[in-house]
C-alpha cells in the first residue's frame, strides 16, 4: 500500500499561486509515476498533471499548460503541484495518485489516491 497525503489548498484570488504537495508512505514510492487530478461537485475526476518516476516529460492538460508545474522529489517522497495564474474554474478538489503503469491521463489506472485537498479561486 501506497498511503498519500495532499496539503497546501486554499482559498485565493484569481491570479493568485499556491503549491500543492503530496507526501508519499507506505510501501516503496520506487517507480511510481505520480499525478494530480481535480473533481468539482457533479463532474467526473479531471486529469491535471502527471510526472513519471525519473521526473522526465511531465503531462499537462491543456487547461493549465503554461500555468501549473509538477515536480517530485523522490529522496522526500513527495510530489509538487506549482499553480499560478490561477482562474475561477480551476476551483476544485485537489487529489494526488499513484500508479505502476505508463497510462499517466486516465484516472482509472491510478492506483492509489490521497483524500484531496480543497482549492478555491475568487473572481
Known amino acids: 500500500q501506497v498511503q498519500l497525503a495532499e496539503s497546501g489548498g486554499g482559498s485565493v484570488q484569481a491570479g493568485g499561486s499556491l503549491r500543492l504537495s503530496c507526501a508519499a508512505s507506505g510501501r516503496t514510492f520506487t517507480g511510481y509515476a505520480m499525478g494530480w487530478f481535480r473533481q468539482v461537485p457533479g463532474k467526473e475526476r479531471e486529469f491535471v498533471a502527471a510526472?513519471?518516476?525519473?521526473?522526465?516529460?511531465?503531462v499537462y492538460a491543456d487547461s493549465v499548460k503554461g500555468r501549473f508545474a509538477i515536480s517530485r522529489d523522490n529522496a522526500k517522497t513527495t510530489v509538487y503541484l506549482q499553480m499560478n495564474s490561477l482562474k475561477p474554474e480551476d476551483t476544485g478538489i485537489y487529489y494526488c495518485a499513484a500508479t505502476s503503469r505508463p497510462y499517466l491521463i486516465a484516472a482509472a489506472f491510478y492506483s492509489y489516491w490521497g483524500q484531496g485537498t480543497q482549492v478555491t479561486v475568487s473572481s
Open positions: 510526472i513519471t518516476w525519473s521526473g522526465g516529460a511531465p
